[in-house]
T-cell receptor, first 116, second 113 residues
Framework: GAVVSQHPSWVICKSGTSVKIECRSLDFQATTMFWYRQFPKQSLMLMATSNEGSKATYEQGVEKDKFLINHASLTLSTLTVTSAHPEDSSFYIC????????????FGQGTRLTVV | AQTVTQSQPEMSVQEAETVTLSCTYDTSESDYYLFWYKQPPSRQMILVIRQEAYKQQNATENRFSVNFQKAAKSFSLKISDSQLGDAAMYFCAYRSAGFEMRFGAGTRLTVKP
């Protein structure tokens, strides 16, 4: 299958700072990228869907100003957690998909964010 | 919004035996796709099997097969000849033609030697 690289794998940041997570599709054009948040022993909660060149569509309850998503190219999407607080600590996973709803979504390795 | 329900938080199976994981979903769409993903302790999501809603034939992938009942909105996963490496969290997922993918709560599968 195609490869999606997510970086960093883990990050620790101080409360009040911002942190950026990158999601890259290495061998295909990702027209759509998804960002998920996963709490311990829970499922993946969709945060937002982004199409290349367009503004991201956020799920209800997800703060757009806190979780900034950029999908400026067909191979890169970024999630920036602004003014992070301890409650933002979580596991964040991106997935990328090519054209067509029947295409498989490939997942990054995930990023464990800890805000201290 | 579409919802995906996995009613079995935990399942256990003896090695070499067969186990079935349940999944139901709610949608008003006619065109959609269903997936089973496996998440081992590494937390990397791995696609196990997928099913297109327009296909009547159930998908199979080696030891993994599905029972897709479109009218009942049911999509169960059967794992035959279970192996120790099958132990993981299993998530059922629904993807609409609008592309967003939503997951069920997951089922933790334990394989006993």
């Amino acid at each position: 299958g195609a490869v999606v690289s997510q970086h960093p794998s883990w990050v620790i940041c101080k409360s009040g700072t911002s942190v950026k997570i990158e999601c890259r599709s290495l061998d295909f054009q990702a027209t759509t990228m998804f960002w998920y948040r996963q709490f311990p022993k829970q499922s993946l909660m969709l945060m937002a869907t982004s199409n290349e060149g367009s503004k991201a569509t956020y799920e209800q309850g997800v703060e757009k100003d806190k979780f900034l998503i950029n999908h400026a190219s067909l191979t890169l999407s970024t999630l920036t957690v602004t003014s992070a607080h301890p409650e933002d600590s979580s596991f964040y996973i991106c997935s990328a998909s090519g054209r067509g709803g029947n295409t498989e979504a490939f997942f990054g390795q995930g990023t464990r964010l800890t805000v201290v | 919004a579409q919802t995906v329900t996995q009613s079995q938080p935990e399942m256990s199976v003896q090695e070499a035996e067969t186990v079935t994981l349940s999944c139901t979903y709610d949608t008003s769409e006619s065109d959609y796709y269903l997936f089973w993903y496996k998440q081992p302790p590494s937390r990397q999501m791995i696609l196990v099997i997928r099913q297109e809603a327009y296909k009547q034939q159930n998908a199979t992938e080696n030891r993994f097969s599905v029972n897709f009942q479109k009218a009942a909105k049911s999509f169960s996963l059967k794992i035959s000849d279970s192996q120790l490496g099958d132990a993981a969290m299993y998530f059922c997922a629904y993807r609409s033609a609008g592309f967003e993918m939503r997951f069920g709560a997951g089922t933790r599968l334990t394989v006993k030697p």
